[in-house]
T-cell receptor, first 113, second 116 residues
Framework: DQQVKQNSPSLSVQEGRISILNCDYTNSMFDYFLWYKKYPAEGPTFLISISSIKDKNEDGRFTVFLNKSAKHLSLHIVPSQPGDSAVYFCAASPNSGNTPLVFGKGTRLSVIA | GAVVSQHPSRVICKSGTSVKIECRSLDFQATTMFWYRQFPKQSLMLMATSNEGSKATYEQGVEKDKFLINHASLTLSTLTVTSAHPEDSSFYIC????????????FGPGTRLTVL
């Protein structure tokens, strides 16, 4: 049973426009969420995170929104740039302990110049 | 952010040999490290959780005798693929959680293993 779902395997966006990547989760014990970016043949890079006590966290061009009641989060990138083309993984974790992150399957974002 | 290194970055070996991959946290201490593998165009699959000074916890379906994990210090975990076969060819990635971190995991650059 997949606890973290990224239902869109791919997304294409024009340069300069907004990219919206979505993520849904099923485990109500999750209360910390992260987004990672991954280029081919490289390890994932941490992008941005959000705790369940917030509904929005912003860092430059990247904003993550969390809707706890819907168990849904999204990553907004604006404006999108060609260098943003990568696979984006959503991850979730319960707050405490050494439990590993649970990853979604990823969404491949292509930003077209 | 914190830096995690992996060595080697790429290895090609013959079937039946063993390969050791090192994962180091360079500027922080990590009581817990994680090992993942990724097949082409698929998600990261957690293999095991490695805790410093104790036995690793393996995910269901991962053979502990096949994938030996040692976490001897707060900055080093090793994954040894024993008697490697072509189906073990994959991209292996480690991550480390900083002891004082909320829950962020920092990933190494990955190791591409090709078994001939």
């Amino acid at each position: 049973d997949q606890q973290v779902k990224q239902n869109s395997p791919s997304l294409s966006v024009q340069e300069g426009r907004i990219s919206i990547l979505n993520c849904d989760y099923t485990n109500s014990m999750f209360d910390y969420f992260l987004w990672y970016k991954k280029y081919p043949a490289e390890g994932p890079t941490f992008l941005i995170s959000i705790s369940s006590i917030k509904d929005k966290n912003e860092d430059g061009r990247f904003t993550v929104f969390l809707n706890k009641s819907a168990k849904h989060l999204s990553l907004h990138i604006v404006p999108s740039q060609p260098g943003d083309s990568a696979v984006y993984f959503c991850a979730a974790s319960p707050n405490s302990g050494n439990t590993p992150l649970v990853f979604g399957k990823g969404t491949r974002l292509s930003v077209i110049a | 952010g914190a830096v995690v290194s992996q060595h080697p970055s790429r290895v090609i070996c013959k079937s039946g040999t063993s390969v050791k991959i090192e994962c180091r946290s360079l500027d922080f201490q990590a009581t817990t490290m994680f090992w993942y593998r990724q097949f082409p165009k698929q998600s990261l699959m957690l293999m095991a959780t490695s805790n410093e000074g104790s036995k690793a916890t393996y995910e269901q379906g991962v053979e502990k005798d096949k994938f030996l994990i040692n976490h001897a210090s707060l900055t080093l975990s090793t994954l040894t693929v024993t008697s490697a076969h072509p189906e073990d060819s994959s991209f292996y990635i480690c991550s480390a959680r900083e002891t004082t971190s909320h829950n962020e995991q920092f990933f190494g650059p990955g190791t591409r293993l090709t078994v001939l």
